[in-house]
């Protein structure tokens, strides 16, 4: 069970950032006999596999807080952050890891499936999340958000390797900030639309009881000789 949560909680991880905990990982199994990596995927370890993800991070750290850029890193990521969750899941829950788990060393397919679907979810919903935080803050939003993510994909990877009990408690946690962000950012968008055309309906009142029409109405029109 405990394995199982800490596979799930770094993929989670993977899908809000996915170098954050792929990184963490490769380290500790690297430098530290708290994760022990099966064979199969002990190449995470390596020092190209450290220094490749370094790079990647790097480049998501700053990519990722740039409005509009963003939008188009989320794009790509989507196919990346699902396949990291799921090699992540696959390693972390069959490693030693807390406790050692017999049935995932058996089944690694079923847990890249299951990492990978759980990092597709988180990575779903950050992907839609940030466009509305881009829509209702004007994109000063982005960076803001970009941090709190990046801190969040920190924090729960320590969590899953560390106290896996409580990778629900950041579940729950994490979902209800997806729905408030997504849900507001529609609330603001709606009040927005609603005032500006009631803006239009104003003006277009002040021009009829001035006895003309609106403006955009006539451009392009000749008066008559």
Known sequence: ????????????SAGLNAFIPLLIVSVFSRFTTFIELPAHLAWLESWQAIIITSAFLAAELIL???????HVNDLIQSAIRPLVGGVIFAATSSA????ESIFWQENPVL????GAIVAAIVHTAKATSRPAINASTGGTGAPLASFAED??????SFVAVFL???VLVFFVALGIAFYRVITTGRRRRRRRSERAKQTREEREALAAEKGKSAWWRIRGKHPED
Do not use: E
């Open 111 to 114: 847990a890249g499936i299951l």
């Open 96 to 99: 030693q890891v807390v406790d």
């Open 151 to 156: 801190a969040t994909a920190v924090a729960l």
């Open 64 to 70: 990722d807080k740039i409005p509009g850029v963003d």
């Open 1 to 12: 069970m405990l394995a199982a949560l800490t596979g799930a909680g770094l993929s989670a």
């Open 164 to 166: 896996p009990v409580f």
